[in-house]
């Protein structure tokens, strides 16, 4: 596997302000990469300055091995769609498509074939004579599409190219976007500050706060085994009880020691949070043995439609308290309601410990 | 956004490199147009009538000239009192325009606007005929006279009251029905919310109005000439030390004197205006007037009341000069039409005018948002554009006299290479261009920031040439705001009379000019003659706009609907 994109620290600056602070990432040819951080982390600053259009204070950009990082926009090799989509309103679908290909010098017929071909490709055969203010928002993000693909080029930048979209729209574009990328072969960075979308398009999510990378990894990695807390609170939900490290794999909370994955980086003696996501709260079936057990009481049930969200108080420590996941089912089954008092384990190997 | 950001220097792309020397030769332009004639005219105010450099005291002798000094006091004193006249006036029609149910809205929208299409001496005119010597209503006035204070006040407010009522119509239809409707919630008398809500929402609209109007009487040059009489200001003086004495150094002073509160009334709009936040966010709800009898009615005599006197001035012109002899002889006639009886030009400056206008229109329209688009779009560059965007405020502050005067001594200048331009229709063009610069280029720039900005990124993506995309996409969008330019440009090249008066050569005399000269030489009919059919001829364009706004362009422009 040949790394398509090289990026080596990277810094941004907005006077004084640091909008990216040497940020280095590689990304894999064909992959498709999602950005995900909060508003206002630098994602778009950082699609820009691979695009060109806002350079870099400091640092490269290589683009399959050619350093691109003081070129314009216009010399390197990418198509972009925007949040808003940037069609042209003046021109029909079928100019805007083709927007691209005019200036190639091809002649009409091969220009036209081209665009037929990718209107098919993004579902619209049918939208070629329409203006885009005929279009429903959905249909303009897959002309904007399609216009980005005519050239076809080697990278495909697309900022936060759904969330102007109403929710079941931006349901399905996914899945076809996806699939269009997956058909298509192109290398794609996508950003987002949806971790749901993220974590069901990327093959590899970069997740960002504060100008810096926090984490790069595949969506199960990044869920299961988040490298930063930041990660593990922006991905997902996940229980932070405050603890204290005792041995490199035994955290005490609240008086009473958890088994835990080996840590090496952290020290005994050391404040730190010990986390569980609440769908790995185990309830059903503890044998006896079973570590990490705590006895607690249903404090609030709240539904959720396909599961219910438990708040459980620690019997032994009030204060102590933290989320699960329990199954329509299993509150069926174990009869639970508010009030009720029950073990359950936290497994180790889904505990996480940040400092 | 700077590109030349330290430590890494981005290559140009031939956009950028096209776009960059696009914007270098507009700064080169618009120094050429505007900054180097005022130079001219701030140098020539230390020399004496030989050019030899004298430092203050050609502002030494202005100032203890007493009766140059009362100019200035005279100027001053006129500016106050019309602007406290007109805008107390402008504000109620503009209240009845967009917060009152008034019957005929646009009937009453179009005559206040009606004063815009015409040389400002067509009301001196107007007057000249109704309280003049000769005049209908004389006797009213006992033993005054309108020739002074008097008539170029009323003038005046005739002159400046579509310029307040735009502005402040502006101001009033800006309001967010829900700051309207917690206000009533909150039991609020009427008073209260008028004081409280209404008042404060139209806070810059009242202070630009009342400096636009300020500046506009001050520099004013057509209405003091025709009917000041013995009072003299500012612009008459100039006026006098330029053509009737020659005394160009004396002239340049007074103009700098004139320029002075011009500039200061400009700076001050712009530091309030800075301070303006958007009040209509994207979420307000536009107010909608519902029916209130009395106040209905009182705002609707108002309206009546104010349409009337307008169109009483600009129907007694209409009269005037349709009238054999006045006051002894009411018959009609078209005889006052025939100019060559009053000015050896005859038609011809009429349609100096028109060519002119059409010039100014076509060459003005492609500079003014070229420009704006190039000093928009242009990445990085930051300096360059930052003398783009002053040059382009610049004729805002500047009057169109003191700009004329800069003209005759920059391009008259024996050793300027661009002195073939002198007295030719060129020059009128790119007087009126550079004087009313600012507008349009205001104009442009609001239109671009409201389209999509990363169309130049999406093309240079596409590796289409910016050019391209600005021809094939952002023009073609921009049209209404590019016939708009057209329009005003046209407009007032047809009316102005201040900056062009200096600059005319006997064959491209125009017809704003000739009006003028006749009206000096005592025919005031055919003075009246002239104004109207400049009158007709702006009025005649703005309402093809609007008919080929409402039919033509609505098939033109089929991708703005739904
Ligand atoms: N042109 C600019 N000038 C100053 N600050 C900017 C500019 N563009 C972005 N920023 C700042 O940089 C930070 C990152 O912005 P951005 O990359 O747009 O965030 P996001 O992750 O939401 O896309 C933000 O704090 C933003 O305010
Ligand atoms: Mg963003």
Redesign the interface.
């Known amino acids: 596997m040949t790394n398509y994109l090289e990026v080596r620290n990277l810094s941004k600056?907005?006077g004084d302000f640091s909008a990216l602070g040497d940020v280095s990432l590689d990304v894999v040819e064909g992959e498709f990469v999602c950005f995900l951080g909060p508003s206002g982390c630098g994602k778009t600053t950082l699609l820009r300055a691979i695009?060109?259009?806002?350079?870099?204070?400091?640092g490269t950009i290589r683009q399959k091995g050619r350093d691109v990082?003081?070129?314009?926009?216009?010399?390197r090799d990418?198509?972009?769609v925007?949040q808003?989509y940037?069609l042209?309103?003046?021109?029909s679908v079928t100019d805007n498509v083709g927007?691209?290909l005019?200036?190639?010098r091809q002649n009409r017929a091969a220009i036209l074939k081209r665009v037929t071909e990718l209107l098919a490709l993004v579902g619209l055969p049918d939208a070629g004579p329409k203006?885009?203010?005929?279009l429903s928002g959905g249909q303009q993000q897959r002309v904007a599409l399609a216009?980005?693909l005519?050239?076809s080029?080697g990278l495909l930048l697309l900022d936060e190219p759904l969330s102007a979209l109403d929710a079941r729209v931006r349901l399905r574009l996914r899945h076809e976007i996806k699939a269009l990328q997956r058909t298509l072969g192109v290398t794609t960075i996508m950003v987002t500050h949806d971790q749901e979308e993220a974590l069901t398009m990327a093959d590899r999510i970069v997740v960002m706060n504060h100008g810096a990378i926090e984490q790069v990894g595949t969506p199960q990695e990044i869920y299961r085994r988040p490298a930063t807390a930041f990660v593990a609170d922006f991905v997902g939900s996940m229980n932070f009880l405050a603890g204290t490290l005792m041995a490199p794999d035994k955290v005490r909370v609240a008086g009473v020691d958890f088994d835990c994955p080996v840590q090496a980086g952290l020290a005994p003696g050391q404040k730190v949070s010990l986390c569980i996501r609440p769908e790995d709260v185990r309830v059903r079936d503890l044998p006896a043995d079973i570590v990490n057990r705590v006895p607690v009481e249903v404090a609030e049930l709240d539904f959720v439609g396909a599961f219910c969200r438990a708040t459980l108080r620690a019997q032994a420590a009030a204060d102590v308290a933290l989320t699960a996941d329990f199954s329509s089912n299993l509150i069926r089954d174990l009869g639970v309601d508010i009030g009720t008092k029950l073990d359950i384990a936290l497994p180790p190997d889904r505990l996480r410990v940040f400092a | 956004m700077s590109l030349a950001v330290p430590g890494l220097r981005i290559g140009l792309s031939r956009d950028d490199l096209m776009m960059r020397a696009g914007v270098v030769l507009l700064a080169g332009l618009l120094l050429v147009m505007l900054g180097l004639p005022l130079w001219a005219l701030l140098a020539k105010g230390f020399e004496d009538r030989d050019g030899k450099f004298v430092g203050l005291a050609n502002y030494i002798s202005y100032f203890s000239t007493p009766a140059l000094f009362q100019s200035a006091l005279n100027s001053l004193q006129v500016a106050s009192i019309t602007t406290a006249i007109v805008v107390p006036l402008a504000f109620l029609y503009a209240y009845a325009l967009t917060r009152t149910v008034l019957p005929m809205r646009w009937l009453f929208q179009g005559i206040s606007l009606i004063p815009i299409f015409a040389p400002s001496l067509l009301p001196g005119i107007a007057l000249i005929y109704l309280f003049g010597t000769q005049g209908f209503f004389k006797a009213l006035l006992g033993d005054g006279s309108i020739y002074g204070i008097d008539g170029i006040v009323i003038a005046q407010v005739f002159y400046c009251f579509p310029h307040a009522t735009l502005i402040l119509t502006t101001a009033l239809a800006t309001a967010d029905a829900r700051l309207y409707e917690a206000a009533d919630v909150l039991g609020a008398s009427k008073r209260r919310v008028f004081f409280t809500v209404t008042l404060p929402g139209a806070k810059y609209g009242l202070i630009s109005a009342a400096l636009v109007v300020f500046t506009l009487v001050m520099t004013d040059f057509g209405i003091a000439k025709v009917i000041g009489g013995n009072f003299n200001v500012l612009a008459t003086d100039v006026y006098k030390k330029v053509i009737g004495q020659q005394d160009f150094s004396m002239g340049a002073v007074v103009g700098m004197v004139l320029l002075a509160p011009a500039a200061l009334a400009f700076l001050v709009d712009r530091l309030v205006q800075r301070k303006q936040v958007a009040l209509l966010t994207a979420r307000a709800v536009p107010l909608v007037p519902r029916p209130k009898f009395a106040r209905d009615l009182f705002f609707t005599l108002f309206c009546l009341l104010v349409s009337a006197a307008i169109l009483a001035i600009l129907g007694m012109a209409i009269w005037g000069s349709l009238i054999k002899y006045w006051p002894y002889n009411l018959s009609l006639t078209l005889d006052n039409y025939d100019f060559a009886k009053f000015d050896s030009n005859g038609w011809d400056s009429y349609w100096n005018s028109v060519r002119m206008a059409l010039g100014a229109a076509v060459f003005g329209t492609v500079l003014m948002f070229t420009g704006a688009w190039l000093n928009e779009k242009t990445r990085g560059f930051g300096m360059m554009r930052g003398v783009v965007q002053f040059l382009a405020f610049l004729p805002m502050a500047v009057p169109g006299l003191v700009l004329g005067l800069g003209y005759i001594f920059f391009f008259n200048a024996p050793n300027n290479p661009l002195n073939f331009l002198y007295a030719t229709m060129g020059i009128l063009v790119v007087n009126t261009v550079a004087h009313f610069y600012t507008v349009g280029h205001l104009t442009a720039t609001t239109a671009l920031k409201q389209i999509d900005p990363e169309f130049e990124a999406v093309s240079a993506s596409l590796k289409v040439p910016v050019w391209r995309t600005f021809t094939r996409v952002t023009a073609p969008i921009c049209l209404p705001a590019i016939l708009d330019i057209a329009i005003y440009l046209f407009v007032n090249a047809m009316t102005t009379v201040s900056s062009v008066i200096f600059l005319y050569a006997p064959d491209t005399k125009l017809a704003s000019v000739a009006a003028v000269n006749i009206e000096e030489a005592g025919t005031t009919a055919a003075a009246a003659a002239l104004c109207v059919v400049i009158v007709l001829t702006s009025a005649a364009v703005k309402a093809a706009h609007l008919i080929a706004d409402r039919f033509l362009f609505a098939r033109l422009q089929v991708w703005r609907r739904r």
């Open positions: 600056r907005f695009a060109g259009l806002d350079p870099q204070t400091s990082s003081a070129l314009p926009p216009a010399q990418f198509g972009i925007f808003s940037a042209f309103p003046n021109l927007y691209g005019v200036s190639r203006y885009p203010a005929q216009r980005a005519a050239t080029p």
